[in-house]
């Protein structure tokens, strides 16, 4: 049986489906003391633990939060890798995360009142469009 490499849970990042992201860890068999650490440690279930091999497996790598590196920080050998996290500016630009992100505080935070809100929200716009344009070379 094929296990999935998602939960149903996971499978969307701001709306994005989560597979269009290529954020997720791999484990380098060779420097892997097979401590198990990253299994116990990840919150969203991406490792499962062979007690054959005696190490850890990617199991479900599209549960992996993006962006976090937790497993690769406390790695005691360093076996982890993630991909370069300057490369997930390019998915926060081409879909428009910054939009998403301003509707999630919006709708949370009710701001109206707020002081300080509009300036923050004009400038989260700034940003967003800065990043677009940087990344992708739109307006
Ligand atoms: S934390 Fe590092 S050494 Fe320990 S099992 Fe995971 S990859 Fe291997
Ligand atoms: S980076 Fe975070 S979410 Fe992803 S596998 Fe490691 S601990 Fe889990």
């Given at each position: 049986?094929?296990?999935?490499?998602?939960?149903?849970?996971?499978?969307?990042?701001?709306?994005?489906?989560?597979?269009?992201?290529?954020?997720?860890?791999?484990i380098?068999?060779?420097?892997?003391?097979?401590?198990?650490f990253?299994?116990?440690?990840?919150?969203?279930g991406?490792?499962?633990?062979?007690?054959?091999?005696?190490?850890?497996?990617?199991?479900?790598?599209?549960?992996?939060?993006?962006?976090?590196?937790?497993?690769?920080?406390?790695?005691?050998?360093?076996?982890i890798?993630?991909?370069?996290?300057?490369?997930?500016?390019?998915?926060?630009?081409?879909?428009?995360?910054?939009?998403?992100?301003?509707?999630?505080?919006?709708?949370?935070?009710?701001?109206?009142e707020?002081?300080?809100?509009?300036?923050?929200?004009?400038?989260?716009?700034?940003?967003?469009?800065?990043?677009?344009?940087?990344?992708?070379?739109?307006?």
């Open positions: 049986m094929t296990e999935k490499t998602s939960s149903k849970k996971f499978d969307e990042w701001f709306g994005v489906p989560r597979r269009e992201i290529p954020w997720y860890p791999r380098d068999p060779g420097q892997c003391v097979g401590c198990g990253c299994v116990a440690i990840c919150g969203r991406v490792y499962r633990y062979d007690f054959e091999s005696k190490k850890p497996i990617v199991a479900k790598p599209y549960n992996c939060l993006v962006g976090c590196q937790t497993c690769a920080n406390l790695c005691p050998v360093g076996a890798e993630f991909p370069a996290p300057e490369g997930l500016k390019k998915y926060i630009a081409k879909y428009k995360i910054f939009v998403k992100v301003k509707e999630i505080l919006e709708k949370k935070f009710k701001p109206v707020v002081k300080g809100y509009k300036e923050q929200m004009s400038y989260i716009e700034k940003t967003e469009k800065e990043v677009t344009k940087k990344t992708l070379g739109q307006n």
